[in-house]
Every structure is written in C-alpha cells, then in structure tokens.
C-alpha cells in the first residue's frame, strides 16, 4: 500500500523531482493565455463553476487530469495582475524569478519557526531582513520578521507598543493582561491611515476608540499642527500617546506622513513611532526617491509588503524593528521550539512572530532582488511614478476629468465632475465585467472618484492614455 502513494508525494530522489517538474509542466501547458484583464464570465457562472467541481471525491483522480483541469477551469478566470488595464488595487504582477521559488518554497516546504525545521532558511531570511533594514535606514542591531502582509504587520507593530508601554508602568502585560491605566492609552494616526490600525486597537483590547485620528493637509498628509494639537488634547484629558503611526504611502493617494517631524513628537512625549510603509518602504531603494521617506529611519517599527511594489506573490510582508531585543516582550518558553539550550547559530524565529508555522517566503524575494539588482529596480519603481504623473497631466487636461490630488506614488484619484456615484460605480463595474479593465473605485472625503493604480512597470505612456480614452468611452454612454 505504501509503495501505491510514492507518487502522491514531493520527494528529492531523482524520480521524484522529475514527477514534480512532470506535473508543473502540465499545470503551465494548460494554462490558456489570455489577453483581458479578467475573463467576462459573470459572478454567477463563476460561483457555479465552483459549486460543480468535485472537490473531495471518494477516489483520488490522477494528478494530470486534476492540474489540467484547474488550469483550464480555475486559473483561466483570474484576474491578472500582469496586464497593463488591472490598475485598481495594490495587486503587482510578479516575477518571473519569484513565481520559479514558489515552487521551490512549496517543494521544500519549511517551517520558519525553528531551526531545526528550517535551518538555512532561517539565515537567509535574517539576510534579507538585515538588508532591508539598512536599505530604509534602520540602526545597526535593526532586524525583523516575516509576516503575511502588511495588517500582520502593523498589529505586530502596535503589539510592541503596547507591550513597551506596560513596560514603562512596570507592568507585564503578555503575562498579566492589560493594566488599568490601558483605558487611557492612545494611538494616533492621520485621517487617511489604513483600517488595520483601528483593527490592531480593537484586538488588543484597546478598543477602536482608542485611536485617535489626526487630520491632514490638502495632499492627504498628516497635518503636524493638527498632530500637535491632537497631541495637546489628548494630555489635557489625561489620556497617554502610546503609539504614533506615520504613513509612508496611503491606500487610495499614496500619501506619504511628514515622517521626520512625527519622529521628532514621538520621541519628545515617549511615544512609539510605528511606520506603515506597506507600500512606500520600496521607494527606500532609489536615490531618486529615497528623500520622500525622510524620518523614516527613526522609527521603532516599520511595516513593509514585498508583495506591493517589491513585485512578490502574496504574500510577503515584514515587519522590521529597531532594536531586536524588543521582540524578548513577546517570547514564550516552548518546550519543542524555543528552548534556548541551542548551538550557537542555531536560531528560533518564532519568539518574533505572531504565527507559529511560517513560509520560507524570504526566498522568492531573494531570488527576485538578485535578479533585478537595485539599480533596475529603482529604474522600475521611478518608471511607475513617472506614469502616475503622466496619468495626472493627461487627466487634468481631459474635458471630463478632475484629478484629485497629484501623485506622491503610483496612484492617480480622479472625478468626473457633473456625473453622480451611481453613474462611476456603473463605469468601474461594466468594464470589470467585460474584462476591459479592473479600475479602481473609492471615496474622498464626500466625492466619489475612480482611481489608477501603476504596479506594471511594462506599462507604458501609451497605454496610459489609451486607460484615460477606455474610460473617458465608457463615461460618456451615461447622461451628465
């Protein structure tokens, strides 16, 4: 029986890593190419495609048969990053030296938790992280760990600052639980941070109404006289800033915090300084844009998704710190996995994560960066905000568009004055569902708009304004 179930399974024998490359061929060879962003396939269909596919059989089907038909079936109806209309989101196409690792990654399939699961590993991963921490001018002694992406990311940084602050009281708060004084606790963040802040507060026990939400200025920045001001008040009614969250790139408009003067306020009243530069952190690697992340080497936390502007598949994300003993707070004694008796270099990541079980996702980054090496990767990432500023120009001189604030990143924000939400929700969502183009759709402040988002480097002017001409079609088929 057990010789039956020898092909079931990734083995390191020669035949068995010809079955794997057998079988990725196969997977590959029936994937259909595709030139829309999406197939046109209704939601509907969609959700009856997958309630007709027998996904637990009494018997086992042959390993060809199954990969064929998720190719041809499943993966046919993505959407694909790659194309140069998918400009809605943060969703970058990736790779081709990262897309290989992940067969690698899954093939080998270690577990980042303790050394004797992932052993060289575990080194390469520091590497990467010791690397980027330089990169975005952390101290030496910074270093950092994987996370599953950049909302991971901030709750492990803001449960640092938690932990720091209890710290401060004396108080040990993973042993003993949230002192009396946490009802008083702050965090502070501009207006425009991501959801995953309140997020963090609430599963911490904080509560959302702990943070605090500071206003910003006419480019979606966090305004520091409405910091200081935020500041005041929060002393005034005995609360206490234990955190404070600079953005370097917001969601919808790239906004990047005035990082520099909110380091120098989080220092000044003890506060945490935590950087969510999920999407910006890149920007670290080019010379031509590295000043826009001023300050950002005095954080005491920084988030960073590979899996944005770093072109990695999901997911990859890290989170850096400044000073490593800080991640002590969080270490708990595990018999199996953290003894604390190991050989010199024997190194247990798992007192620095949140998760237990983690994948060697550090390898598809390696790989990808080795490839590009950093001056065409700023080449890249310069490209892309090239574009968005282009995209700005093109829109501001269109009769029908009004951009909203001009670029700091890779992503453009824009009305059509004179036509109402239901007419732009409308246009995004026909061209989803024709496969045209995935277009992004937000709100600001009160005005709904339409949003391109430049993860392609591929793309080019052109097709910039072939994106504002596709869109400015489909507006026009509604009444203003």
């Given at each position: 029986?057990v010789d039956a179930w020898r092909d079931l399974f990734v ?288 954080a005491d936390s920084v988030t960073v998704d590979f899996h ?173």
């Amino acid at each position: 029986m057990v010789d039956a179930w020898r092909d079931l399974f990734v083995r390191s024998d020669l035949e068995g890593l010809r079955a794997l490359e057998d079988a990725t061929s196969v997977a590959l060879r029936s994937l259909n190419p595709s030139t829309r962003a999406r197939s046109a396939v209704a939601a509907t269909e969609l959700r009856a495609i997958a309630q007709r596919l027998p996904i637990f059989p009494d018997e086992g089907l042959d390993v060809s048969e199954v990969l064929k038909e998720q190719s041809e079936k499943v993966f046919s109806h993505s959407v694909w990053p790659h194309h140069v209309a998918t400009v809605a989101h943060l969703h970058p196409p990736v790779t081709v030296a990262s897309a290989a690792s992940e067969v690698l990654i899954a093939a080998a399939n270690q577990s980042m938790d303790s050394f004797d699961q992932a052993p060289l590993a575990t080194h390469i991963e520091l590497a990467l992280l010791d690397t980027v921490a330089r990169l975005l001018g952390l101290p030496s002694g910074a270093t950092g760990i994987m996370t599953s992406g950049g909302t991971a990311s901030n709750l492990l940084g803001l449960t640092l600052a938690r932990a720091v602050a209890g710290r401060h009281l004396g108080h040990d708060v993973g042993r003993d639980g949230l002192p009396d004084e946490a009802r008083r606790w702050r965090f502070l963040c501009s207006d425009q941070a991501h959801f995953s802040v309140e997020r963090a507060a609430a599963q911490l026990g904080l509560g959302r109404q702990s943070v605090v939400r500071v206003m910003t200025d006419d480019h979606r920045r966090l305004d520091l006289r409405a910091l200081d001001h935020a500041l005041d008040e929060v002393s005034r009614v005995g609360d206490v800033p234990v955190a404070i969250v600079g953005t370097a790139g917001t969601t919808d408009l790239g906004a990047i915090d005035p990082l520099a003067g909110i380091a120098e306020r989080a220092h000044r009243v003890g506060a945490w300084f935590h950087v969510d530069a999920a999407v910006a952190g890149a920007f670290a690697v080019s010379p031509v844009l590295r000043s826009r992340l001023a300050g950002l080497g005095d954080a005491d936390s920084v988030t960073v998704d590979f899996h944005k502007l770093w072109w990695q598949p999901f997911n990859a994300s890290a989170l850096l710190v400044r000073d490593e003993s800080t991640f002590d707070i969080l270490r708990v004694a595990s018999s199996y996995l953290d003894r604390g008796d190991e050989l010199d270099g024997m190194v247990n990541l798992v007192g620095r994560s949140l998760d237990t079980s983690r994948r060697f996702d550090a390898a598809k980054v390696v790989a990808s960066l080795r490839v590009l090496g950093r001056r065409q990767f700023s080449a890249m990432l310069e490209h892309l905000c090239d574009l968005a500023s282009f995209a700005y120009q093109v829109l501001d001189e269109h009769p029908l568009f009004a951009p909203i604030v001009s670029p700091e990143g890779v992503t453009v924000v824009f009305d059509a004055p004179g036509y109402d939400s239901d007419t732009l929700r409308r246009v995004q969502q026909d061209l989803l569902q024709r496969g045209d183009m995935i277009l992004g759709r937000t709100v600001i402040g009160d005005r709904p708009a339409l949003k391109f988002t430049f993860m392609n480097p591929l793309t080019t002017s052109d097709d910039v304004r072939h994106l504002v001409d596709a869109v400015a079609l489909e507006v026009a088929r509604f009444p203003a």
